[in-house]
């Protein structure tokens, strides 16, 4: 079954203790991305990778890090987290920009 | 001015009516766009593309408006399993790789 598969699904953390969020899709695409949904704001890309080893910086950056070592992995991670970083975040592959998306289940991650 | 906005609503209609939302997008150089479904808290899921004019999937249609700059999802008669957030989706064109998500749509079909 083609899926994209996030872990953890619910954390609760304090601030500045370094935590990573894992992301692996199975459908062998190259475009992975993550993104955080905040009420009334939608979904912000945080980060993308275009292909192994290569990602850039979404519209929201800041506070996060990714990687991209195998293709079927893009985990993220936040080396001091802080409250403002609560929210919901979902990784998504696709073949390419145009083409359908799809997403993991999402990870509700609090930070106190 | 946002790159995507959408009318957050609720659109509150009872079964069997038809309800249409739009979206407005800034980049006239966009040239696909997408509409997602995303049920409370879940992940969005794709429920149609949009590449040309338009597209018609069963009960839904998508319609592209270039000169004006706005998609539109049309829902005739509606289920009450047709509940949820409706999200606008346009990749950012010139080569940045990016999706611009809406804020979403919400439709709450009563019965």
């Known amino acids: 079954e083609a899926q994209v598969t996030q872990n953890p699904r619910y954390l609760i953390t304090v601030t500045g203790k370094k935590l990573t969020v894992t992301c692996s899709q199975n459908m062998n695409h190259e475009y992975m991305s993550w993104y955080r949904q905040d009420p009334g704001l939608g979904l912000r890309q945080i980060y993308y990778?275009?292909?192994?080893?290569?990602?850039d910086k979404g519209d929201v950056p800041e506070g996060y890090k990714v990687s991209r070592k195998e293709k079927r992995n893009f985990p993220l991670i936040l080396e001091s987290p802080s409250p403002n970083q609560t929210s919901l975040y979902f990784c998504?592959?696709?073949?390419?920009?145009?083409?359908?998306?799809?997403f993991g289940q999402g990870t509700r991650l609090t930070v106190v | 001015r946002k790159e995507v906005e959408q009318d957050p609503g609720p659109f509150n209609v009872p079964e069997g009516a038809t309800v249409a939302f739009n979206c407005t997008y800034s980049n006239s150089a966009s040239q696909s766009f997408f509409w997602y479904r995303q049920d409370c808290r879940k992940e969005p899921k794709l429920l149609m593309s949009v590449y040309s004019s338009g597209n018609e999937d069963g009960r839904f249609t998508a319609q592209l408006n270039r000169a004006s700059q706005y998609i539109s999802l049309l829902i005739r008669d509606s289920k009450l399993s047709d509940s949820a957030t409706y999200l606008c989706v346009v990749p950012r064109p010139g080569g940045y790789n990016k999706l611009i998500f809406g804020a979403g749509t919400r439709l709450a079909v009563h019965p």
């Open positions: 990778s275009m292909n192994v080893e290569v990602t």
């Open positions: 998504a592959s696709s073949r390419d920009m145009n083409t359908e998306a799809f």
